[in-house]
């Protein structure tokens, strides 16, 4: 090919979309160009996923370079880079040199590959090489002695193939939490893999098949094609807090799903004690004042013999109490762990310490995510492509993590409320009159409050309500 053709074809470069590479060095100059090595893609783009260079620099023949820093450097991988700083390329020879060193710790040949299906009371482990041949085997039980068998084994067999070990496990929020603990003080790297990605790789199959050893072979295959993408398990302050506030998100959810399933009883309970008069006492059936009432007074005193009726009420009123109490407890917790992160969430309007406790226990750590854009994907917040040909369109997509989802519409709602964000009714209001629906206005408005809240994880920062966003 000649320099010309290759000039018009690389106005970008990337890395290859693992982040391990081999030693490549490329060679551009504004009227002769060399290329040094195998990587060469008709349409390069940098992209933030891929964790080497942020954004991306362009080379065009009488136009400006411009480039972003290198970030994320990690697993031993050394990026050496040398260029010019926005240098007017006409009629200069401009060479810019990219080299990617690989290490033998960075080559994915050199892994063994765990993938770990965990369950209540036994885990299931599979070692596989690069190519997903399985070598090992073993099922364990959930105790720290199988845990110290397992690592024996899976160090024998990564000596004898002169590889180094990555663990990959499906569940490490619940019944994996104590294997993901020891293997992280072990200093093993652990890998979360996600349930999707593991049903995939069994759909591959031409016979699916489900079965303990089957799951942990996808896990080890999921993470053998994801690598460079899987979130890293780690047992830091900030991610202990989440998973603390995220028990007491569940438990509160739990708490608040029994006290309406008790309201719905009672109201059947007071109408067979009073017929329709119990409304007219109170017009707050469950305040604090109505509920002492009635459990002096069950049933009326025509009623006074029916020991079952006064009962059942008694029991119910009680166990309403003890929720309500119970509640206040957990949003006490909730108060005491915000605090400890340092975070201003509950300035936003609409947003609660519920609500911010529900965002902060999903999102866990704001450094995972590189910008807004990804925060917004992860919660399921981005409209999915669905084209074909010359129709091009985007629907609403029901990926993404749900509950980070749930909470961030309630914020949308409040905000838009009787006593809600002015400029956020101004966005709806402006996003209806441009010909949305209701449901689409709250979908673009939803998007507009993560920006908001990834800008003031990421800072740090209360809401400025007198600040345009």
Known sequence: MSSAGLQGILHKICPPKDQYVRKKTYW?????????????????????????????????????????????????????????????????????????METKESN??????????VHKDQHTAVATNCFGQALLEKEINNSKEEFEKLVKGVKTLAEAKNLKVIFGLEDTSAYGQRLA?????????????????????????????????QDALGVAKALIS???????????KT?????????LVIDREFLVKEQTRIKNQLHRLFHKAYNSEYRLKFKNPFAVRALRYWLKNPVPAELKESLVLKNQIKRKVRRLKDIRKEVMEIEEEMNILLNQMNQKLETLNGCGLVSASSVLAEIKNIDRFQSSSSLAKYGGLCPKEKSSGKSIKHIKTKSG???????????????????????????????IAEGKNKAQALCCLKRRIINIIFAMLKHKTAYDYAARC
């Open 181 to 213: 603990r020891h293997l992280c003080q072990e200093n093993f790297p652990v890998k979360v893999v996600s349930p999707v990605l593991v049903d995939r790789e069994r759909r591959k199959l031409t016979h699916p098949e489900k079965s303990d050893s």
């Open 239 to 247: 991610n202990e807090i989440t998973k603390e506030l995220k028990d």
């Open 226 to 236: 994801k690598i460079g993408t899987l979130p890293n398990f780690s047992i830091s």
């Open 401 to 431: 993590n749900r509950r980070l989802n749930k909470a961030i519409h309630r914020i949308a709602l409040a905000q838009i409320g009787r006593q809600g964000n002015v400029y956020g009714k101004e966005y709806f209001k402006k996003k």
């Open 28 to 100: 551009f100059f504004c009227d002769t160009v060399k290329v040094e090595g195998k990587h060469c893609c008709k349409k390069p783009a940098f992209s933030k996923a891929h964790g080497e260079l942020q954004l991306a620099f362009y080379l065009c023949q009488y136009e400006q370079i411009d480039y972003c820093h290198l970030c994320n450097i990690r697993n031993g991988l050394n990026t050496d880079l040398s260029l010019a700083k926005k240098t007017k390329v006409k009629g200069k020879q401009l060479k810019i040199i990219i080299k990617y």
């Open 108 to 117: 994915p040949i050199n892994f063994l590959y765990v993938g770990v299906d």
